[in-house]
């Protein structure tokens, strides 16, 4: 019974999208990290991204008020900060749909930031890492602007953390 209801919830986190990115979900950004029922409660254990991200009290809001709708009332979503969101759990289906957005998705690194912090973007157009970074703060603090040299066209990359 509580099984069949967890499946029900994971669905409905699937249809909360990032409300900086609107076709990709909160499942998808590797922000939910936990979820299950105390009693009656439904904890839902949300992940921050950035600091600079404002999207958290929105995100939280569209969680309770989705799963209201399939009757379950009494939600808590718990900002958790440890272990802190890395870009690594951004699943294959949001680094593919990012892409399709126009946004470079950040490359994996495994928590070895330094090795790769100095790689180049690649473009999410033509896949070329023949690439320039423009601008560290792009339309928010969670993107950095880039430019493609091969295909000649600007592109915002997920700033890998
Ligand atoms: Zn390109």
């Known amino acids: 019974m ?17 409300p900086e990115i609107p076709t990709v979900s909160v499942v ?20 921050p991204t950035f600091v600079g991200c404002p999207a958290l009290d929105v995100m939280a809001a569209t969680i309770k008020e989705q799963l209201l ?3 379950i009332d009494q939600v808590e979503v718990k900002i958790v900060y440890h272990p802190p969101w890395t ?4 699943t294959s289906e949001g680094r593919q749909k990012l892409k399709m957005l126009g946004l470079a998705p950040p490359a994996q ?10 790689a180049p973007a690649q473009c999410p157009y033509c896949e070329s890492t023949d690439t320039e970074l423009k601008n560290s703060f792009g339309s928010s603090l969670c993107r950095a602007i ?4 091969n ?7 997920f700033k890998p953390i």
Do not use: M
Request: hydrophobic letters at 40%; proline letters at 3%; glycine letters at 10%.
């Open 2 to 18: 509580i099984e069949t209801s967890l499946n029900r919830v994971w669905e409905v986190l699937e249809e909360v999208k990032d």
């Open 28 to 47: 998808e950004l590797g922000l939910i990290r936990q979820v299950g029922f105390e009693g009656p409660r439904l904890i839902v254990a949300l992940a």
């Open 69 to 71: 709708e399939i009757g």
């Open 87 to 90: 870009s690594d759990w951004i």
């Open 109 to 118: 690194h495994g928590g070895d930031l330094e090795r790769f912090i100095e």
């Open 146 to 149: 880039y430019f493609c040299n």
């Open 151 to 157: 295909c000649t066209q600007p592109f915002e990359q």
